[in-house]
């Protein structure tokens, strides 16, 4: 399932557990802040993770403030606030911002959270040459079951280079996953592939994967900026998990392409 919004000043749900969570178990929304806004979040049986797309904030949460700026998600790297239930958390902007919102609920009680651009974990995909460069990604986690197995969620962010593929060869897993995507130019565009479906992706859509083998593509001349979010199920948390689709998994051998304009 793919969709967008039409956005707004404020919170912009895309997914309401309240209502209908599409299979995710989580809220997922983009806030729009303008400079001076200010926007407060208390979730008595919530977590929440904030991710900033772009702009300059602060944030205030549990005894702490920090300041938190960034361009863009293309070339600077993200501040990523992870917070349990019943933590107060205030944002100011001071500029145009966007925040990324996922929660779930999680009746663990932890210290929140700060990941910032100093540690996030960066994995340079595909930058060997695999597939003629064909899938070169970078795939950026902020905090997972590694590294917060306190957590109920995982959250990161894919920097898919234009013309390339990501989430590539198809795989699945049995945790659904959700994609909220940016390009470098708001009409940039690309193509999804999840629950047995193609979609066209653009600017600040959201996809929900919930079976069947899944990859993205960008269009020639755009980088498509997505992040990704998944709800660990109850007995099995997602670890890295990942099943190939068997029909493409001969693409992982070293010299899958060599036979490729050679003679």
Not at 56 to 68: D, Q, S
Not at 73 to 87: D, M, N, V
Not at 153 to 171: A, C, D, I, K, T
Not at 205 to 231: D, E, K, T
Request: aromatic fraction near 14%; charged fraction near 20%; charge should be negative.
């Amino acid at each position: 399932m793919y969709f967008e919004r039409e956005l707004h000043r404020g919170y912009n749900a895309y997914i309401d557990a309240a209502a209908d969570d599409l299979g995710t178990q989580m809220d997922v929304g983009l806030l729009v802040l303008e400079d001076g806004d200010t926007y407060e979040l208390f979730e008595p049986e919530k977590e929440t993770a904030l991710l900033l797309f772009a702009g300059k904030i602060t944030l205030t949460y549990a005894g702490v403030r920090a300041e938190c700026e960034r361009e863009d998600c293309f070339y600077h790297e993200a501040y990523c606030l992870l917070a349990p239930r019943k933590t107060a958390i205030a944002l100011t902007a001071h500029g145009h911002a966007e925040v990324y919102v996922q929660q779930t609920v999680n009746g663990r009680d932890y210290e929140p959270v700060l990941y910032t651009p100093a540690s996030v974990q960066v994995q340079h995909a595909g930058a060997n040459g695999e597939l003629m460069g064909c899938m070169r990604r970078e795939i950026k986690t902020f905090f997972d079951y590694e590294n917060a197995p306190f957590s109920n969620m995982v959250l990161g962010e894919v920097l898919n280079f234009p013309g390339r593929w990501s989430s590539y060869p198809p795989h699945h897993h049995p945790q659904p996953e959700v994609y909220f995507y940016r390009f470098d130019h708001p009409c940039g565009f690309g193509a999804g592939f999840a629950n047995g479906e193609i979609y066209r992706t653009g600017q600040n859509g959201l996809a929900v994967i919930n079976s069947g083998f899944h990859s993205q593509v960008a269009a020639p001349g755009y980088a498509m900026c997505y992040a990704w979010g998944i709800r660990h199920l109850d007995g099995n948390p997602w670890q890295k998990t990942r099943i190939d689709d068997p029909e493409h998994a001969w693409l992982w051998k070293p010299d899958a392409n060599d036979h490729i304009f050679k003679g």
